[in-house]
Nanobody, 123 residues
Framework: QPQLAESGGGLVQAGGSLRLSCVASERTLNYAMGWFRRTPGKEREFVAA????????MYADSVKGRFTISKDYAKNTLHLQMNSLKPEDTAAYYC?????????????????WGQGTQVTVSS
């Protein structure tokens, strides 16, 4: 079973930046990968996804232009660069591996999940 481990979360002021990392077991990055987030009392929300081909990327409207998803195959790591952070970005962030090779927005399209990392943005 693929292993996914997120890191990089923390407390940051509004307008600041964080880079989340998700270390994956071997060959996991050959699938579509995604980032989702969840706040207490709300459903899990799509943030960003990248396909097997790094050309295929998609973002939630709320983060487009501020967040960037990328892969580092040498380190088997998925990244989420988050800039211009806002208090509404506060959430637990999860990486996930898809069933296939194309990026998807639905969490039901993802087979494996990490444990999450907390991001808190203060105003």
């Amino acid at each position: 079973q693929p292993q996914l481990a997120e890191s990089g979360g923390g407390l940051v002021q509004a307008g600041g930046s964080l880079r989340l990392s998700c270390v994956a077991s071997e060959r996991t990055l050959n699938y579509a990968m995604g980032w989702f987030r969840r706040t207490p009392g709300k459903e899990r929300e799509f943030v960003a996804a990248i396909g097997r081909s790094d050309v295929d990327k998609m973002y939630a409207d709320s983060v487009k232009g501020r967040f960037t998803i990328s892969k580092d195959y040498a380190k088997n790591t998925l990244h989420l660069q988050m800039n211009s952070l806002k208090p509404e970005d506060t959430a637990a962030y999860y990486c996930a591996r898809g069933y296939g090779s194309l990026p998807k927005r639905g969490d039901y399209d993802y087979a494996y999940w990490g444990q999450g990392t907390q991001v808190t943005v203060s105003s």
